[in-house]
């Protein structure tokens, strides 16, 4: 639901449980990571390359993806590249395609961070910006999903992790249609998942709630309403999706809080979560890269 901004010229060290290994095959891992120069991408980088993998980091800002593969590489002793991609057009996912799809070069892990929302309401809106949100949350995330899994197949390892959002699991935003690209992103990757399941390939939809990130701030949202106790920390999403790949679920909601939101939302009746969401103040994003 967010994004974040840290400086890269200080870089938190973490101490955290590694990343899960199932590629382990001599060599160092390489992850993709995408939408990664804020918020949960950004804490992802952090935390695998504290863990030792190498990385190619995917955003549509060179001059900041420059100084962050830097800041990893100098403060990791990893290898951290980058492309300089916007995930909305059809050239962008054909760059980030060709290097999933290298098979001299194996990805290990891809993680779909890149999204983004509308602030305007949908009786509101444009084509074009339902049809820009829809190639970043749904058609990108098809894309890079199917580009790199058939690798993964044949070395019979590999794990994706798409990130969705609790959002997704209602229509609890009144004229949003984030929510509905989110439900697509959490369906679709379990449904993957369990036709790859059986090639030792492991497919996840890591679904935040609020996180401290930059998200709401470039969107020009005032989130100051919002109690404290709903906002997580994307390095603690992250830990949670990573203890989750590892235990084999498909479905990752990070932090009981929002386990209890979920549960709420998907079996209260559609008359009062309609009801509810009929008084609900939308509190979506503008364009950017980061959940």
């Known amino acids: 639901m967010s994004s974040s901004a840290n400086s890269t010229a200080e870089l938190p060290v973490t101490q955290a449980e590694p990343a899960p290994d199932p590629q382990a095959e001599g060599g160092n891992r390489t992850a993709v990571v995408t939408g990664a120069t804020a918020g949960i991408g950004r804490a992802f980088a952090v935390r695998l390359a504290s863990d030792g993998w190498d990385l190619v980091l995917v955003a549509r800002d060179e001059a900041r993806l420059a100084e962050f593969t830097e800041a990893l590489s100098r403060t990791y002793g990893v290898r951290a590249g980058f492309i300089a991609a916007d995930l909305a057009t059809p050239v962008g996912c054909e760059l980030v395609e060709a290097r999933l799809k290298d098979t001299a070069r194996p ?81 679709f990757s379990e449904s993957v998942a369990l036709s790859v399941a059986h090639h030792g390939v492991r497919v996840l939809a890591l679904c935040p709630g ?58 209260t009746p559609t008359r009062l979560l309609r009801r509810l969401a009929r008084g609900a103040r939308v509190r979506t994003g503008r364009d950017t890269e980061g959940r």
Do not use: C
């Open 107 to 187: 990805v290990d892990l891809l993680v779909n961070n890149a999204g983004l929302s509308l602030n305007t309401p949908f009786l509101k809106s444009t084509v074009e910006k339902e049809l820009h949100l829809l190639a970043v949350n749904v058609q990108a995330v098809m894309r890079l999903t199917l580009a790199v899994l058939p690798g993964m197949v044949a070395r019979r390892r590999g794990d994706v992790i798409n990130v969705s959002s609790v959002a997704g699991f209602g229509a609890a935003m009144p004229g949003s249609t984030y929510p509905a690209s989110k439900a697509w992103v959490t369906n």
């Open 210 to 267: 609020f996180t401290r990130t930059e998200f709401h701030e470039r969107a020009g949202i005032n989130m100051t309403k919002t109690p404290d106790w709903m906002w997580l920390q994307a390095p603690d999403v992250v830990s949670d999706a990573l203890r989750d790949l590892r235990r084999g679920r498909t479905v990752s909601v990070p932090n009981w809080k929002y386990k209890v939101v979920v549960s709420f939302m998907r079996h």
